[in-house]
Nanobody, 125 residues
Framework: QVQLVESGGGLAQAGDSLRLSCAAPGRTFNEYILYNMGWFRQAPGKEREFVAAIGWSTAFTFYGDSVKGRFTISRDDAAGTLFLQMNDLKPEDTAVYYC???????????????WGRGTQVTVSS
């Protein structure tokens, strides 16, 4: 089984920055199932929302409209870590953030096979 573990969440004020990390203990990111990685978020009472995705080729990235220009997804395969740099945070960014992996890069949660348990990000105004 593949288990993903997120970290880096916490409290922030509007305009602040946070950097989330995601690791797969006991796995390397060169494994096929981990070739494509993504970030999703879910606020209470809302559906899970796509945030960003990155393919096995790091030249291929894609972002949700709500975070374009503010968030940056990256990966360090040697370290086995996925990152989400979040800048200019807004209260509407408040959610539990999940990392995910799958065989293809996509913006739909159905395209991902493995999920972390999430890390809470709370942004106050």
């Amino acid at each position: 089984q593949v288990q993903l573990v997120e970290s880096g969440g916490g409290l922030a004020q509007a305009g602040d920055s946070l950097r989330l990390s995601c690791a797969a203990p006991g796995r390397t990111f060169n494994e096929y199932i981990l070739y494509n990685m993504g970030w999703f978020r879910q606020a209470p009472g809302k559906e899970r929302e796509f945030v960003a995705a990155i393919g096995w080729s790091t030249a291929f990235t894609f972002y949700g409209d709500s975070v374009k220009g503010r968030f940056t997804i990256s990966r360090d395969d040697a370290a086995g870590t996925l990152f989400l740099q979040m800048n200019d945070l807004k209260p509407e960014d408040t959610a539990v953030y999940y990392c995910a992996s799958g065989p293809v890069r996509g913006s739909s949660e159905k395209e991902y096979s493995y999920w972390g348990r999430g890390t809470q990000v709370t942004v106050s105004s």
